[in-house]
């Protein structure tokens, strides 16, 4: 899984993750969005890697980046970390704003993403524009986008519409935008193949927590 190289060597940059994992799908985004060439190493749903524990000693947890054998943990640390190796060139986006003020603006609101108020976000955010970012994606983009594959796999699953088109028209419309953009196309999961992943796993749990 990689995409046009402008990191030379395309073993320097490799990512440890799970293609079901909004947290890892940030960091994907990030590295195709500035067209750094890279290295997927898929983990396995339920087990840890040598690699994984080795590189993310503290908390065990994917994503990973691997640039030139240093390991980089969290994913929205990890997001920055790429803005700043890799800065906007030959037509790649900033994802961060330029000035102190609008990162740290930026940085506030991906802490309160998970929060209620993400229609008000976008369109402070956005100023009217077609993303949090504004012309391009941006940091806050990323942040939340990397969960809509599993926003409308919830929707499918409990049968609730969480985007609603009447209670949120500039979120739901962002969300159709994001997940259009060339460079998350084929990176936020398909919501039928996320349905069918948490069926597979919910299986495999009882299966083993069955009484033997």
Known sequence: ??????????????????WASPFVNRVVVAL????????MLQETVGKKSELLLRSNPVHKK????????????????????IDEVWPASNGAPSILPRDPYGRAVER??????????????????????QYFGGDNIG????????FLGWIRAVEKIAGVELLDEAKVPNLAAWADRFCAHTAVVDVVPDADRLVEFTVQHAALLRAVNAPK
């Open 1 to 18: 899984m990689s995409s046009t190289n402008s990191s030379g060597d395309p073993a320097a940059v490799r990512v440890v993750g799970g």
């Open 32 to 39: 195709k969005l500035k067209g750094v060439e890279h290295e």
């Open 62 to 81: 994917i994503p990973v980046l691997l640039h030139h054998g240093k390991p980089i943990a969290e994913s929205l640390i990890i997001v920055e970390y």
């Open 108 to 129: 506030f609101w991906a802490k309160y993403i998970d929060d209620k108020h993400l229609e008000e976000a976008f369109v402070k955010c956005s100023q009217g524009k």
């Open 139 to 146: 940091y806050l983009d990323i942040a939340l986008g990397s």
